[in-house]
């Protein structure tokens, strides 16, 4: 992305519309610009910055000076200004920011906001955050479908420790997503661990349902086979019993490995094993618990898991490569590369 930063205006905007907490950046200027009646673009251009278009672009990662600019223009500061973006950097929002059409809805947002006019309608970061299980501006768990629909009558009603937990546990991604301590697993590594079979009064489960029990109804999708890597989901029970594994597991990471361990079934131990045998030894081995917790905060184990693993990719990846070009080399003599022409 290309954003031209031309000459800054004389004088900061006289008027600015208050922003909502958890706001967009793209909504707030929208709200401002209609003051003006004109575009959120024309008031960035004014500002001396020329985005190519669209506007949603503006709520994802901007530069230092880009924030600086807009800071001044709108008379906030930085933070404020790094907060009504996506916190998350682009190649670490993979898939977990939604672009166009949000992955959440508020019916009780849309309800306040339905008389209003859709360019005075504040947008929430959160309605767009994969990993978010609440709405950002009115703290109400999101809903399903749409808000006109009559109220459903199986309803499903959360308990107060898995909402807790859940709410816990977006809280702990978003801090995995910043780099931030979050805990023993990168989560997508805690719901693969959930997703392995169990077998429990003998009946087929997940271990999902050994950690998230509440969440074991229809609703909450844990019962599918397919193995859960990703938060993102337009079922917001599933994302609550996601969020809330996440949460439990980080409380006794040693405690759940063990009833995992002892539950499994043949094809779910030998996923743990394959799972234990990607970590670094000293986590893999306090996991078992037959080492010590490794030195230095717990906080960060998250992070170190995760450069091991890349590291691992890594090796994958060259040693492909190594071959691949020991390959050509041998046919090379053999098969020579005919001419374009
Ligand atoms: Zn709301």
Known sequence: MTVALGAAP???????????????????????????????????????????????????????????????????????IHRAGHPVPAWRANELVAIDIPFSRCAACEQTWSSTSPALRPYSRS???AWRVKCGFCGRPFHLGASSSPPNPDAVLVTDRLWRDAVHGSE????????????????????????????????????????????SAPTFGMRQETCVTTCRTINPFRRVGMMAAVQRFNQDPRGWLRKFSSSATV?????????????????????????????GAPGYLCQAVEAHQIRLKLAVNLGQIRDFCTELNVNAPHNPVESLR
């Open 172 to 215: 702990l991604f978003e801090r995995y997503l910043l780099g931030h301590p979050c805990g023993w697993l990168p989560p997508r590594l805690i719901w693969s661990l959930a997703s392995i079979p169990v077998r429990r009064r003998h009946r087929l489960q997940m271990a999902f349902e050994l950690i998230v029990p509440e969440a």
């Open 127 to 129: 309605w767009y955050e």
């Open 267 to 295: 094809a779910g131990r030998t996923a743990i094993a394959r799972l234990l045998s990607t970590l670094p030894d000293a986590i893999a081995g306090s996991m078992r618990g037959d080492a010590p917790l490794p030195a």
């Open 10 to 80: 004389p004088k900061p905007l006289p008027i600015i519309v208050k922003p909502i907490v958890d706001e967009l950046l793209s909504s707030w200027l929208r709200r401002t610009a209609h003051v003006y009646t004109t575009t959120a673009v024309d008031v960035l251009a004014h500002f001396g910055i020329v985005w190519p278009d669209p506007l949603r672009q503006a709520d994802f990662a901007q530069s230092a000076r880009i924030k600086a600019r807009l800071a001044w223009g709108l008379r906030t500061t930085e933070a404020r």
